[in-house]
């Protein structure tokens, strides 16, 4: 039932650029550069290729991700051309704007906007993995996203979620309250939710030995449900978190990178 839902969204995130000089092009000039620089890139194998994925192509070009993280180090952060590019919906240039945005700039507002037009899980674990969990305002979101109704925009709180206990920004309180998300979001057998869920629950319990504890008691739970998704997130959590690598770190006060 696993599917690759984080390869994509997992691929390092570009290290931080300087605040690129007063830029003598306008946006106008600037966006269509960046929709040129993509569309060089782009091949037929790679759009095709979406659908193994299970990612729309009607609105994609076929641009793999090294290439646009290419054209995403040659731009530097331009907050503004994120939005543009956002505003485009075309996916690869949704998913350049996350590594061009300036989370510092990335405001509430904006990132419940581009919630509201999340189409497909790719988009959103990246967006999320990029550049959401970045912004002061990301936990607060996990929490407001994860009462949602909308699949992409539940899983969204969850991606959101993982994304934080990966790298390191999500605090042993909020992990527990976040225990307490993924415990209620169970019962949601979406498969973007469930899939979703799962991500942030293994990801918590990597953290360290304590969060792990609880991640695997909440796991155990989840598995001996008679509710079968709820039991397909407590064992597809409990194989990551048993696995001997992952305790034998954690055993020597290490964490789960």
Known sequence: MRQTTETQARTRPRKAVAAA???AATLEQRLDDAMLQLRKRATKATLDGM???AIPSDHAIGVAMKDIQAVAKAIGHD???ALALWDTGVYEARTLAAYVDDPAQVTAAQMDRWCRDFDNWAIVDTICFVLFD???HAWRKVVQWSGRRDELGRRAAFALLASLALHGRLDDANAVEGLHLIERA?????NFVIKGASWA?????RRNAGLHAKAVALA??????EVACERWLGKDALRDLRKAAVVEKLAKGGRKK
């Open 134 to 136: 970045r912004s002061p």
């Open 51 to 53: 659908a193994r994925y």
């Open 186 to 190: 169970a019962g949601d057998e979406r």
């Open 201 to 205: 629950l293994r990801s918590i319990g």
């Open 220 to 225: 155990t739970r989840l598995a001996a449900s």
């Open 21 to 23: 000089p007063a830029r």
């Open 79 to 81: 907050h503004e051309l």
